[in-house]
Structure formats: C-alpha cells, structure tokens
C-alpha cells in the first residue's frame, strides 16, 4: 500500500524561507513524476512544482526564482525549498505522486504535470502561513 506523507509547514514572515518534505513509500519502482501543490481556502488546487523521472522540472510562474523542487529516488523523497516567501504564499501544500504505468505517462502527455487529476497519491497536506 502507498503511503505519502508531508512535512514542514510553519507560519513565517514574509521574505522568510520554509523547507517542505515529503516520504513516499510503498510503491512498486519509482514515481513517474512528484510535484507540489497547494490550495488556500475557497481557491482551486494549484500546481507549485512537479519534477519527472528524467529530471524535467516544471515550475508555476508565480514561483519561479523562489522556489527549488527536488527528488531523491533512492528513497522516493521530494523537497520544496522556498525562499523570500509572500503573503500570497498561504496555503495548504500537498505532495503528490503518479507511478510509472502506461496510463499514467499517458495522462501526463494529455493533461501536463500541473494537472492534479492525472495523480493518484497525494499526502495529507501541510499548512503554510506567510504575514507580512
């Protein structure tokens, strides 16, 4: 059974920086591709970062320059560094994963990395505040 699991949101000050991290176990072979979402209240979940197999990364232009996704594979650990975070930062950040099938490299050919729906393992959340 696939686990993933999410860490380190905080409450920082604008400017501030966070580290997010994320465990996934269980798989068979290793995720096709992980990302990071987020969602604030009465918004839709947005794709922040997603980074394949191959190491093709895809960032959110409102992120770009300030935030760095990385993976492990070893472990089939993900990270979210953030730096000179905004208020409009605040949300709930999700770890995501889609495994390595036919149908879910297919899916990613179809709707793209920043599509939540094409991912079939997603962490509990982890909450971030940013004050200014």
């Known amino acids: 059974q696939v686990h993933v699991v999410d860490s380190g949101g905080d409450s920082v000050q604008a400017g501030g920086s966070l580290r997010l991290s994320c465990a996934a176990s269980g798989f068979t072979g290793t995720p096709w591709c992980m990302a990071w979402f987020r969602q604030a209240p009465g918004k839709e979940r947005e794709g922040v970062a997603a980074?394949?197999?191959?190491?093709?990364?895809t960032y959110a232009d409102s992120v770009k320059g300030r935030f760095t996704i990385s993976r492990d594979d070893a472990f089939n650990s993900l990270t979210l560094e953030m730096s000179n975070l905004r208020p409009e930062d605040t949300a709930a950040y999700y770890c995501?994963?889609?495994?390595?099938?036919?149908?879910?490299?297919?899916?990613?050919?179809?709707?793209?990395?920043?599509?939540?729906?094409?991912?079939?393992?997603w962490g509990q959340g982890t909450q971030v505040t940013v004050s200014s």
């Open positions: 995501a994963a889609v495994s390595s099938d036919a149908a879910a490299r297919a899916a990613i050919q179809v709707f793209g990395v920043m599509n939540p729906a094409i991912y079939n393992y």
């Open positions: 980074i394949e197999r191959d190491g093709t990364i």
